[in-house]
């Protein structure tokens, strides 16, 4: 018995077995959840079906989102499948690499603003749209990663960080949107975790230390506890909450000063 039996889940953003979505598969898999994962192009294809074959066989599915073709052709292969969608998870971020780098004034062009717009934030949009045929009308949630860079300026994080905020923005009127038709939206602000997606970025190993020794907790957070986190807010156990962001960051957004212990 799990708290997502019969529920059936769509999650993007899976790249490889450290990705956040794949913490957040596995822990939807244990509760009892049937999944469908997306995958950005034909390179990461084959990895994903193997993944796929560790949580219960799992579909896979082509999804990038830059194109609206793919993700309406996405959902429409979805539906020769299931009928129903009770979950979609977003874990999509993408900003030209040089742009996550230096001084933000300088380094942000206005191209690297609006991809990191387009693929970051839009995309909740695009895809909840896409879903919302499957997930009207019963219990069911959306839930997109975002970071503590949406709310305070972060070394090397800049364009992004506008991206974040654009995309939390988006969780809260997707709620208000959505909410009529019983479907939930909330997002969760993760602690850094080295993903891909962090691989290559400048002092992340830096980044991990100062949130070990100033975190509450004296530690970094994994996939899993951001999965488990996931796996509540999408579950019927969270149904009295839509529109939220839940940070899952071993606390470490809610210091002020630290280094004055004894
Ligand atoms: P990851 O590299 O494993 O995942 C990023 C995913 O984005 C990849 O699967 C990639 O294929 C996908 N993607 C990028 N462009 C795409 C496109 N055009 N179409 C479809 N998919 C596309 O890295 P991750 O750290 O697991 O990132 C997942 C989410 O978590 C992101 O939203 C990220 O901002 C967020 N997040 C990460 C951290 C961290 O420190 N790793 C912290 C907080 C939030
Ligand atoms: O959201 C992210 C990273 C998203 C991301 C990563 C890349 C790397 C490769 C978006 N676009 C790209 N483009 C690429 O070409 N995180 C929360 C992880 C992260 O990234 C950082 C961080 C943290 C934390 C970048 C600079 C500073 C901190």
Known sequence: MGFLDGK??????????????????????EQGAELALTYQNEKLKSRIDRLAEACG??????????????????????????????????????APR????????????REAFTTA????????????????????GHPSAVLALTYLGSMRSMPNYNVMGLAKASLEANVRYLAYSLGPEQIRVNGI?????????????GNFRMMLDHVEKNAPLRRNVTPRDVGHAGAFLCSDLAGG????????????STVGMTGFDA
């Open 8 to 29: 059936k889940a769509f999650i993007t953003g899976v790249a490889s077995n450290r990705s956040i979505a794949w913490g957040i598969a596995e822990c939807m898999h």
């Open 117 to 136: 717009h387009d693929i970051s934030s839009y995309s909740l949009t695009s895809l909840a749209r896409a879903a919302r045929p499957m997930m009207r």
């Open 241 to 252: 909450i839509t529109g939220e962001i839940t940070y899952v960051d071993a606390g470490y």
């Open 98 to 109: 040089e742009a996550l780098d230096g001084d933000f004034c300088e380094n942000t062009s």
């Open 189 to 201: 602000s993760a602690g850094p975790i080295r993903t891909l997606a962090a691989a290559g970025i």
């Open 57 to 94: 066989g799992a579909l896979t599915l082509p999804c990038d989102v830059a194109e609206e073709a793919q993700v309406e052709a996405a959902f429409a292969r979805l539906g020769e499948h299931w009928s129903e969608l009770d979950i979609l998870v977003h874990c999509i971020a993408y």
